[in-house]
């Protein structure tokens, strides 16, 4: 049992990611007080509905008030007006971090607004799902999964201790790195598939020889697999573009010169080539089962859920 960790966590967005972790802070007693916030009186008010917080306000200066956690989670586009609204506020020895999915951006847009006073250690949780909203969240979201830190030079290690102890409470595997190597490595193990996806999809929707009708009905055949990824949110994957624009592009090159590479193939029929890559791809699929990071059932575990 870990207890509580923090007198008061101020949760700034309180969608997916930020209503799961004030479930899980909730449910483990982290805090005695999480105070919530978000911009719009819809998504506030569900979170009271949803019974996630201890108070509620709109205005992030007012939330950040007195907390000695502070958690921003919201579009990474936005992260330079939050820092803007919240520095004002923030109580001198608090820690505040994010969860944002690209991280040189957001150390850009938030640390130079940051006081001396408090410690900010920037964070990415590699834990979520294709839905978005206070609704979206749930316990455990976080278990098992990895939270990547990317620290500044100097930071307080004592902080940076009790960031990495609050996040192995939510059930995460610790790691640290820098924030360009972050960058990198998201870009082609989620950014990536993400962008494969939206194009995949658009293109389907888009095929005039193929009816809608016909891409919905054998969707199941591989398809549908894409359209998961492809239902992210909007607002976060267009700010995920913007802000990991160079390590998207230089891997999104390599991944068309592997494209053609497989087109050639096709074209002069040559099956070894193929049969060589599609072998060496199934045993990653092996080792990413092997790490525990997905289960080992047909479809995704689609049929064992439905036989539930
Ligand atoms: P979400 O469910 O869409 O929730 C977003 C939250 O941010 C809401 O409270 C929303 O407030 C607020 N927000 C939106 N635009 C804003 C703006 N311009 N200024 C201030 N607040 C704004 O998003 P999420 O999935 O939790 O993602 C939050 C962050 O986590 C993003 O940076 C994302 O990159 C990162 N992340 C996401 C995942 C994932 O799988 N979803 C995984 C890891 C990390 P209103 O509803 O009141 O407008």
């Known amino acids: ?5 923090f ?3 101020a949760l700034i967005g309180i969608g997916l990611i930020g209503s799961s972790i004030a479930r899980d802070v909730k449910a483990l007693g982290l805090a005695r007080e999480i105070v919530v916030s978000s911009r719009s009186a819809e998504t506030l008010g569900r979170a009271q509905e949803l019974e996630l ?4 306000v709109a205005s992030a200066a ?11 989670s919201v ?3 936005a992260s330079e007006e939050v820092a803007k609204q919240i520095a004002p506020s923030l109580k001198p020895g608090a820690i505040v971090t994010d969860v944002g999915s690209t991280k040189a951006s957001v150390i850009a847009q ?3 607004h940051m006081p001396e006073s408090v410690h900010f250690i920037p964070g990415h949780p590699l834990a979520g799902t294709e839905k978005s909203g206070p609704d979206a969240g749930f316990i455990g979201l976080f278990q098992g999964r990895w939270c990547i830190f990317t620290p500044l030079p100097g930071t307080d ?3 940076l201790d009790t960031l990495k102890s609050f996040w192995a409470a ?3 595997r610790i790691d640290e790195m820098d924030p360009q190597h972050h960058d990198k490595v998201l870009a082609i193990v989620s950014h990536l598939p993400h962008i494969i996806a939206y194009n995949i999809v658009g293109t389907a929707d888009d095929l005039e020889a193929v009816t809608e009708s016909e891409v919905i009905k054998y969707s199941a055949s591989g398809f549908r697999d894409f359209t998961r990824l492809a239902a992210s949110d909007p607002t976060m994957w267009r700010d995920v573009c913007l802000h990991n624009k160079d390590a998207i592009l230089e891997m999104l090159a390599r991944f068309s010169e592997d494209l053609a590479y497989l087109q050639r193939a096709i074209r002069w029929g040559e099956g070894e080539k193929l049969f060589e890559l599609f072998t060496r791809t199934r045993a990653v699929r092996r080792s990413i089962i092997e790490a525990g990071q997905d289960v080992d059932v047909p479809d995704f575990g689609r049929h064992a859920l439905d036989k539930r």
């Open 7 to 9: 007198d008061r966590i």
């Open 170 to 172: 939510l059930g995460s």
């Open 157 to 159: 290690e004592r902080a």
């Open 1 to 5: 049992m870990t207890g509580v960790m």
């Open 75 to 77: 579009p990474v586009g």
């Open 62 to 72: 007012e939330a950040v008030r007195d907390a000695d956690l502070v958690v921003v």
């Open 110 to 112: 938030m640390a130079p």
């Open 53 to 56: 917080g201890t108070s509620y």
